[in-house]
């Protein structure tokens, strides 16, 4: 079978530099919050998405909730976001005792479409959280300029798009607050659970870190109804070795993709269409097919795995259907997610891989 994921492969590359970061850890008796392995990679990671100040939390759906509380969003409080998305991005809102208020998708990025914006808008809407999907970020021009006219906070789900870039912009750093996620499948992964806050606004980072960590100014001074989402030291340590690597690894992503791209052109199938203003960094190569769940039949027949993100978009999800939505709504969601397939995608994939995965594609009738 040819793996839609191999993290061993990836691990396999950096095994010694990893095994001593980890045992330097160890051997510190430091283990928990932004020690000397966190405040560094805090630093070395906000570097990374060009802003000031970065803050490790225990995981992306963590980063999201923490920073629509920093951001200031209150019970009650309206955020719009979309349905073509991992259920984390809903759950954070109303963690945040907020109401997720969703809009449709463009159909050729398949991320928060600009337009549908305004509508939505009510004088309870706080926020705006677009989505950076599959490693493409969100028209983030148009969006700025929609939230500052009606006074509205941008939180960037930056959590499938390290290293994406919008107009020479990494994702992150042009919303209020952006948020990431380290789960070890993401193009920057822990060896567990983990995430990050970035954001140019010091005051939304000072009160980020007093939430993380029990809502604590100092020691025992409790200023905030905090929670415990710190970073540990060990996933810091791991996250500074492949900080380094991160670039080589997503344009070895970039060089499968282009791949692909080469070899489905022409098929009847969609395939990504990043604009060219956009660095796409691929943490998904998904396709759209009319009978995706008969190609997926296929391709696994022929050796190839696959996946799919996401099948059932987020307002249509049985959890939450207590928001009211249904069938319809939002038509070009429901229409992509009928239709996405993902291929095989990690940078260490061999092009005699990639072209059998294009071949399959092909016999199965694409």
Same mark, same amino acid.
């Given at each position: 079978m040819i793996p839609f994921l191999d993290l061993k492969a990836q691990y396999r590359q950096i095994k010694d530099e990893v095994g001593a970061a980890i045992?330097?850890?160890v051997d510190s008796g430091a283990y928990v919050g932004a020690g000397p392995e966190g405040k560094p990679f805090e630093a070395e990671f906000a570097a990374y998405c060009g802003v000031a100040d970065a803050a490790g939390v225990n995981s992306g759906t963590t980063a999201l909730h923490l920073a629509l509380l920093a951001?200031? $969003? /209150?019970?009650?409080?309206e955020v719009i976001t979309v349905?073509? %998305?991992?259920v984390? %991005? %809903?759950?954070?809102?109303?963690?945040?005792?907020? !109401?997720?208020?969703?809009v449709d998708v463009d159909p050729v990025t398949w991320t928060m479409d600009p337009? /549908? $914006?305004e509508a939505a808008i009510t004088p309870k809407t706080k926020a705006i959280l677009p989505v950076h999907l599959h490693g493409l970020m969100a028209d983030m021009d148009p969006i700025m300029a929609v939230a500052?006219?009606?006074?509205?906070?941008?939180?960037?789900?930056c959590a499938q798009a390290h290293g994406a870039e919008y107009k020479g912009r990494r994702a992150g750093s042009i919303g209020h607050v952006g948020c990431f996620s380290f789960y070890p499948g993401k193009n920057l992964g822990?060896?567990?659970e983990g995430g990050a806050i970035v954001s140019n606004d010091p005051e939304i980072m000072k009160t980020v870190r007093m939430l993380r960590d029990w809502g604590q100014a100092k020691k025992y001074d409790h200023v905030l109804k905090g929670f415990n989402a710190r970073l540990d030291e060990i996933q810091a340590a791991v996250l500074r070795v !492949?900080? /380094?690597?991160? *670039?080589?690894? %997503? *344009?070895?992503?970039?060089?499968?993709?282009a791949r692909y791209e080469a070899g489905l052109a022409g098929l009847g199938i969609g395939i990504p269409k990043p604009p060219v203003h956009c660095r796409h960094v691929y943490h998904v190569y998904a396709i759209r097919s009319a009978d995706r769940d008969g190609l997926q039949a296929k391709l696994q027949e022929a050796g190839v795995s696959t996946g799919i993100h996401y099948p059932v978009p987020v307002h249509l999800q049985t959890a939450y259907a207590d928001l009211g939505y249904k069938a319809g709504d939002l038509p070009v969601t429901e229409q992509i997610a009928s239709e996405w397939l993902s291929l095989p995608m990690f940078a260490e994939l061999e092009a005699a891989q990639v072209d059998a995965v294009i071949r399959a594609v092909k016999q199965a009738g694409g």
């Open positions: 045992m330097k850890v951001a200031g $969003i /209150k019970p009650g409080d349905g073509a %998305t991992f984390a %991005t %809903t759950a954070a809102i109303l963690y945040a005792n907020a !109401k997720p208020v969703f337009a /549908k $914006i500052a006219k009606h006074g509205l906070k941008v939180v960037e789900d822990a060896y567990g !492949k900080l /380094k690597y991160i *670039e080589g690894w %997503t *344009e070895g992503r970039r060089a499968v993709a």
